[in-house]
């Protein structure tokens, strides 16, 4: 399973909690869409994941930002992601870079609004965020492959368990 997470605007500590904290215990792949904030959450977060692919969000320190990339290509399950924090050019400049990635969906974090567009040229992903929503729903996303097909199904999730979204990402 590969999880994704956002926007965790910590001193210290990762702040998961409830089905968030399992998930990213058993996930094979976590990706973390920026804004740890300081140095030891990414630390914290690197302890409690298998596997940890991150970029730096606009609020990170200059230690997380020498360790990480802005911008980076993750493959899970055949499917190609183009992962950022954030695009001053919005959904028209997170699918450019996607495009640019050669990659079949974007991640991104900023907005702490969880959400999954296909609307588009490419699928966008938003888990938004687990520990500090601002008025939205705390959330994560998880993914999966699909049994005998190409892609993965997703769904956002609550720290409480709650599935409120399904979706599906086609490589």
Do not use: W
């Not at 910590?10 to 702040?15: C, L, V, Y």
């Not at 990414?42 to 020498?66: H, T």
């Not at 190609?80 to 954030?86: D, G, K, L, Q």
């Amino acid at each position: 399973m590969l999880v994704v997470v956002s926007d965790t605007h910590s001193r210290e500590e990762t702040k998961l909690q409830g089905r968030t904290a399992e998930a990213v215990r058993e996930a094979d792949l976590v990706i973390h869409a920026g804004d740890f904030y300081r140095e030891p959450v990414l630390d914290a977060f690197e302890s409690a994941a298998r596997s940890l692919r991150a970029v730096y969000g606009n609020n990170a320190d200059a230690a997380i930002r020498d360790r990480l990339p802005e911008v980076r290509t993750v493959e899970y399950a055949g499917v190609r992601f183009a992962v950022t924090h954030r695009h001053r050019n919005g959904d028209t400049g997170l699918v450019m870079l996607g495009r640019e990635r050669d990659a079949d969906a974007v991640i991104c974090g900023h907005s702490h609004r969880p959400r999954f567009d296909d609307s588009g040229a490419l699928p966008i992903l938003n888990p938004g965020s687990h520990a500090q929503p601002r008025g939205n729903r705390p959330a994560h996303a998880e993914l999966g492959p699909i049994a005998e097909e190409a892609g993965l199904n997703g769904r956002l999730v609550t720290p409480d368990g709650e599935i409120f979204e399904e979706f599906r990402i086609a490589p």
